[in-house]
Nanobody
């Protein structure tokens, strides 16, 4: 059974940091693209970042470039998202997801977010206060 379990969300003041984790099981963690997405109330799902499985290329959405860092620990089967200099507009539910063919450029990341392809976790809430 495929499982993705996000954790690490919470309430933080603007300018602060959080580190999200996504523990995975049930699929080949190092043979699939995996990424982070978010959705705020009333807004479309947005691609935050992803890692391409075969060369570890990382891709970021424009709104988080330079502030967020994605990483993976294959031994622990865990994906991370280090979020620094958080802004109120970063508020939302953050999801991790995996899928074979959708990470490699910001456009592909955006299309992945729109399509909802692959397997997804239940999400963790991040709230940034001003």
């Amino acid at each position: 059974e495929v499982q993705l379990a996000e954790s690490g969300g919470g309430l933080v003041q603007a300018g602060g940091s959080l580190r999200l984790s996504c523990a995975v099981s049930g699929f080949s963690f190092d043979e699939d693209n995996i990424g982070w997405f978010r959705q705020a109330p009333g807004k479309e799902r947005e691609g935050v970042s992803c890692i391409r499985f075969y060369d570890n290329t990382t891709v970021y959405g424009d709104s988080v470039m330079g502030r967020f860092t994605i990483s993976r620990d294959n031994a622990k089967r865990t994906l991370y998202l280090q979020m620094d200099n958080l802004k109120p507009e970063d508020t939302g539910t953050y999801y991790c997801a995996y899928e074979k063919g959708s990470c490699g450029s910001p456009l592909l990341l955006k299309l992945w977010a729109m399509s909802g392809l692959g397997s997804w976790g239940q999400g963790t809430q991040v709230t940034v206060s001003s």
